[in-house]
């Protein structure tokens, strides 16, 4: 059954003017107890745009007259009136949100700390007007990014990133995509400024990296890796560092300008030299090498050379000096890890080097060779066996390391017959041009 709706538009447009010269009068309780009795009644009379109007004017009165504690006090009581019309409550909040945030989100400029008081206090009651409404989500999400923004200028970080937390707004449908993303990476910049690299891993995830390889999503892609750069910086992980700086100098906005793609690069084959071996970084390094920007960063491109090369590297590197000058490898204070590191790196490559050329080296002409102590020598390659990334055995009476792994049985008798199956295919071609001799003669 239809609810029975009465037009109260008459007597609306009487009274509203009548509480005006009220206002105007100093008058302004007398005035809201006027309103409030004709909002009742457009309320139960399901009057929507009566009521609107009414519950407009009451606040905007209450804003006339400067009295912000009637104006706190109106809008709650309205907006939590039994059975209130979703319309109306929306109303209020769209009527009260541009006193307090502009640009969806910005807290409005203020001169004293009497302002500063009411527009904290106005966004608040607004925030908590909009929790639970799926009508208000929007509403709700930017108040909650406007309240974690003064919060973030009044110095207290952890609070602002705890408020920013609460709201869940990748499930929100009224947001665009772009406010959402714009939104999570306000999110991540927080939770890393409060230190806390698992909750910022676990809001990282909610970014779509699809999404972001749009055009119209440049700016955002770059802010976001640069987070990411942030977080696997603390992580220590160089070759996720690599593809974070990768990904913004493959950004088009960012290949226009020469200062920014050549800083991206550089970083890019600087984490790549320091990662650990793998099918990705292999990769991603042919990649690199095959860009014709490369040429244009003399020491990028001798440094992934040398990498590709299956030749002893020489440490430090021919270019070393100027790797460890960039400013990616001293943020964070890592500069003396990293370096470690790239010693690491080059032993491996080494290793691995000498591991393709014998099957057996004595330790000594080894350790030559790689310009290492034989206990460094012998730590490194345990610790290569120990991940899998080359086999290896050491005979340490006779100073002999094995790089050629004992060959199974099965792999023997399977090689046999892959070497009889070539003899036969090469005598049968040979005995059929024989016949094709014979026959042509």
């Known amino acids: 059954q239809l609810e029975e709706k009465v037009d109260l538009s008459a007597e609306v447009d009487a009274k509203i003017p009548q509480a005006e010269s009220l206002v105007e009068s100093g008058q302004l309780k007398e005035a809201l107890a006027l309103l409030a009795a004709l909002e009742k009644r457009c309320r139960v009379g399901n009057d929507t745009p009566s009521l609107v109007r009414v519950c407009e004017a009451s606040l905007q009165f209450c804003k006339?007259?400067?009295?912000h504690e009637a104006l706190l006090a109106t809008l709650q009581s309205l907006a939590t009136?039994?059975?209130?019309?979703?319309a109306a409550v929306k109303a209020l909040v769209h009527k009260a949100m541009p006193w307090c945030v502009v640009d969806n989100h910005v807290p409005i400029p203020v001169s004293s700390d009497e302002e500063k008081e009411n527009r904290d206090k106005l966004i608040i009651v607004l925030r908590d007007i909009s929790d639970g409404k799926i009508f208000l989500e929007a509403e709700r999400a930017r108040f909650t990014r406007a309240l974690a923004t003064i919060k973030e200028e009044t110095g207290d970080f952890s609070g602002a990133a705890d408020v920013l937390q609460e709201v869940h707004v990748e499930t929100y449908g009224s947001l665009s995509k772009k406010e959402k993303i714009e939104f999570i990476l306000e999110q991540m910049r927080l939770t890393l400024g409060k230190k806390d690299f698992v909750r910022a891993h676990i809001v990282s995830g909610k970014v779509s990296r699809k999404h972001l390889q749009e055009e119209s999503m440049e700016e955002y892609k770059v802010v976001f890796f640069t987070l990411m750069g942030e977080y696997h910086r603390h992580e220590k992980d160089s070759f996720e560092l690599a593809k974070d700086y990768h990904a913004i100098y493959s950004t088009p906005s960012v290949l226009k300008e020469e200062a920014k793609w050549k800083d991206a690069l550089q970083s890019a084959v600087l984490f790549l030299s320091l990662s650990p071996y793998n099918m990705d970084q292999q990769d991603m390094l042919q990649r690199i090498n095959a860009d014709s920007n490369l040429e244009k960063l003399p020491a990028c491109q001798a440094t992934i050379r040398l990498l590709l090369k299956k030749e002893i590297i020489q440490y430090p590197l021919p270019h070393q000096t100027e790797l460890e000058s960039w400013?990616?490898?001293?943020?964070?204070?890592?500069a003396d890890h990293w370096k470690e590191t790239i010693h690491r790196r080059i032993i491996q490559h080494n290793i691995r080097v000498v591991s393709g050329y014998y099957k057996r080296i004595h330790g000594e002409r080894l350790a030559e060779l790689l310009g290492l102590s034989r206990t460094r020598l012998e730590q490194e390659i345990s610790s290569m066996v120990s991940d899998g990334s080359v086999y290896a055995k050491m005979d340490r009476p006779k100073d002999i390391i094995r790089?050629?792994?004992?060959?199974?049985?099965?792999?023997i008798l399977s090689e046999w017959a892959a070497d009889?199956?070539?003899?036969?295919?090469l005598v049968e071609t040979t005995t059929h041009l024989i016949h094709k001799e014979n026959m042509t003669q």
Do not use: Y
């Not at 006339?64 to 009295?67: Q, Y």
């Not at 009136?81 to 979703?86: F, L, P």
């Open 64 to 67: 006339d007259a400067g009295d």
């Open 81 to 86: 009136r039994r059975s209130q019309k979703s």
């Open 327 to 334: 400013p990616a490898f001293s943020e964070g204070g890592l």
């Open 403 to 411: 790089f050629s792994s004992p060959k199974t049985p099965e792999s």
């Open 420 to 425: 009889i199956d070539k003899l036969l295919g």
